[in-house]
């Protein structure tokens, strides 16, 4: 498999802690949004995927994109460890909480609408993680065990990881989401979490890595 990745994509990142827990090995190929007025905006790049934008994975002769569309492949072909539970409750919670940030979150404060904001982007940023952390923390009060959904890692947990570390960098004030920064803390001590963050791959900065 050939990963199409960029180190601080929260999208990208999701994609590399599944392949980690999955024991799938791949080759990455870095595309830098910020670099060359944004690679993922090459030709070259374009002929991969046309949305231009990262994660893209090829694999058993397929290219995909789009995180959560990658990772329901990797469940759906290399099944262990499993990342949505057998319960059909379960299932459906780690699918609303991985949507929530996917579709609620993530994509207002993503670098094509930052970039539109100008100098309000740091305040336009905080705002939509804030009002999507509120919803997210009362939801994981209900469904939360060690991890999102439960005691097992899961789809959810891919997605709210990189969430957290957005708001981190977006210095969003974290004290009012004691579930959500619990959760995070218990992920980012497994391995597949270390491996996987932007401090350690191949396209990361010297002055970030960890």
Not at 95 to 104: E, I, W
Not at 141 to 163: F, N
Request: a neutral charge.
């Amino acid at each position: 498999p050939i990963l199409y990745s960029y180190f601080r994509s929260s999208c990208s990142w999701r994609v590399r802690i599944a392949l980690a827990l999955k024991g799938i090995s791949y080759d990455l190929v870095p595309v830098n949004l910020l670099q060359d007025g944004g690679q993922q905006f090459s030709a070259e790049f374009k002929a991969v995927n046309p949305m231009q934008q990262v994660p893209a994975l090829k694999i058993d002769g397929i290219i995909l994109s789009q995180s959560l569309a990658i990772i329901h492949y990797l469940e759906d072909t290399r099944p262990n460890p499993r990342l949505l539970p057998q319960d059909p409750k379960k299932r459906a919670q780690v699918r609303m909480v991985a949507d929530h940030v996917v579709s609620g979150i993530q994509p207002l404060q993503n670098l094509s609408i930052l970039k539109q904001m100008g100098e309000k982007k740091m305040e336009w940023a905080q705002n939509c993680i804030t009002s999507g952390f509120q919803a997210l923390e009362q939801i994981l009060q209900h469904t939360a065990g060690r991890y999102c959904v439960g005691d097992e890692v899961s789809m959810a947990d891919l997605c709210l990881v990189p969430q957290v570390f957005n708001a981190e960098r977006f210095n969003v004030d974290m004290g009012p989401y004691p579930t959500i920064t619990r959760i995070n803390k218990a992920l980012l001590e497994l391995e597949a979490f270390k491996v996987s963050h932007p401090s350690r791959q191949p396209d990361t900065p010297a002055e970030l890595r960890a």
